[in-house]
């Protein structure tokens, strides 16, 4: 098989011949059809995500979409020819996705959602996994709840306002102004973060009293501002990027709580991937009626010029998620 190789830190990529892998006890055999670009993937190749614990040279590429061509034993609920996808590889030192095949823990993966195509399915895993434990898992969102999500048109925060609208939550998000009317569509109330305080956004759309959850996806002073923004008694501050060093007391004073997602655990400890699939379980269920929607950048990637893609990735240009085409 065909797979592109990082070998050095900011290094080519390296198109070379591997062995295609065999579906051991309770994996699968994917052929592959699309790769997911995230930023973290970008941060790996550049020797900034230590946290990934993936060691060079590799195969990177979190995310996937493709088709099952072999099952292992064990293995149940998949067949040869189920399309499917997930975030299988690309840390711990686990094959990522830019290959044409990959032998992946099937507790990982979940049938592809059949309204979308292999481009969207191989860019919602990281996303919508990571938008789910926050606001599902962690926060328990629920119908008529106030919700905010901080960087509410990036990856994660697209997925954060469709999946707290699915559970009938009021949702508001925070965005630069020329990505305004995008969330309006998704059907959240647009916060420019730049015309608005906290404390004017807060009194403007909650009178004064705090949103019930904030989802923050951006870290750093967002963080902080969360803990300024979240409802007194009982409100609860999630963080995909709360990796800093932050004062609890405005927390503490309002009575609120905080959670932390670190989405990559399962992968590199083993432990819990059955709940990742169960949650693209949810992903698919929600794309078949309509209700989840994924921002593609219009360009096209394959594996011949995947650089470019990883390229427009870390550029901060790519108007939605970046997608190698790998069939």
Same mark, same amino acid.
């Given at each position: 098989?065909?797979?592109?190789? %990082? ?10 011949? =591997?062995? =295609?892998?065999?579906? $051991?006890?309770?994996?699968?055999? +994917? ?12 941060? #790996? ?21 493709? +088709?099952? +061509? ?43 959602? $059949? ?47 469709? #999946?707290? #609208?699915?559970?009938?939550?009021? %949702? &508001? ?17 647009? #916060? ?8 004017? &956004?807060?009194?403007? &759309? ?23 923004? +979240? ?43 059955? =709940? ?14 309509? $209700? ?24 901060? $240009? ?8 790998? =069939?």
């Amino acid at each position: 098989m065909r797979a592109a190789v %990082v070998t050095t830190v900011d290094g080519a990529f390296e198109l070379q011949e =591997r062995t =295609r892998p065999s579906a $051991q006890a309770g994996q699968v055999l +994917v052929e592959i059809h699309a790769s997911g670009v995230n930023p973290l993937d970008t941060k #790996i190749r550049a020797g900034k995500a230590d946290h990934a614990r993936q060691p060079l040279p590799a195969v990177l590429g979190l995310d996937l979409a493709g +088709v099952v +061509v072999a099952v292992g034993a064990g293995v149940e609920g998949f067949a040869v020819g189920d399309e499917v996808f997930g975030m299988t590889g690309g840390v711990g030192g686990i094959q990522g996705s830019l290959a044409e095949y990959a032998a992946v823990d099937a507790r990982l993966l979940a049938l592809k959602p $059949q309204q979308l195509s292999m481009r969207e399915a191989a860019a919602l895993p990281l996303i919508f996994i990571t938008a789910w434990e926050g606001l599902v898992d962690r926060a328990g969102v629920r119908f008529g709840q106030q919700v905010l999500i901080q960087g509410g048109s990036g990856g994660v925060g697209h997925m954060a306002v469709q #999946i707290a #609208i699915a559970h009938g939550a009021e %949702v &508001y998000a925070t965005a630069s102004a020329r990505q305004q009317h995008r969330l309006a569509q998704l059907g959240a109330q647009p #916060i420019d973060y730049s015309t608005q305080t906290v404390a004017e &956004y807060v009194q403007t &759309y909650s009178a004064g009293q705090g949103f019930d959850i904030v989802y923050d996806t951006v870290g750093g002073a967002v963080l902080e501002a969360s803990f300024q923004a +979240v409802k007194a008694c009982r409100g609860h501050v999630v963080s995909c990027l709360g990796w800093g060093t932050h004062s609890l007391a405005p927390l503490s004073f309002r009575a609120a709580t905080y959670s932390g997602v670190f989405t990559l655990l399962p992968l590199l400890t083993g432990q819990g991937r059955e =709940r990742h699939g169960a949650i693209l379980r949810q992903a698919a269920r929600l794309a078949d009626k309509g $209700q989840l929607h994924v921002w593609l950048d219009p360009q096209r990637f394959t594996l011949d010029n995947v650089a470019a893609a990883y390229d427009l990735q870390g550029s901060g $240009q790519a108007q939605g998620k970046v997608v190698v085409e790998i =069939r």
